[in-house]
């Protein structure tokens, strides 16, 4: 059984698998995935770890390596955005 109590109703906590994207937050910040054991309550989410004693953790190569590519393709899009002029129609249409 879990140390922590549920935020919403205060029950306990049960700890489940984390997805994937909360790996990733794990490379900056220890967290694990809980889950109420309220069945009326059910609340899910992060929260901090303070299981194990606390030592600096440098993110893995990967954890950087996408961030990065994730930064390049939203400076690309707007780039792309930014230097296309807007179109500027001469055409006129009247309707019948």
């Not at 306990?12 to 698998?17: D, E, G």
């Not at 992060?46 to 930064?71: E, F, N, T």
Request: aromatic letters at 10%; hydrophobic letters at 40%.
């Amino acid at each position: 059984m879990s140390y922590h109590l549920c935020p919403v109703c205060g029950s306990p906590l049960r700890q489940i698998n984390r997805r994937t994207f909360d790996r990733l937050i794990n490379q900056f910040y220890r967290v694990h995935r809980y889950r109420c054991s309220n069945a009326d309550c059910r609340w899910e989410g992060l929260l901090h770890s303070k299981r194990y004693k606390a030592k600096k953790r440098k993110p893995q190569w990967w954890a950087w390596v996408l961030i990065a590519l994730l930064g390049i393709a939203i400076g690309l899009v707007l780039v792309d955005r930014l230097s296309t002029p807007p179109s500027t129609s001469t055409d006129v249409v009247t309707a019948p």
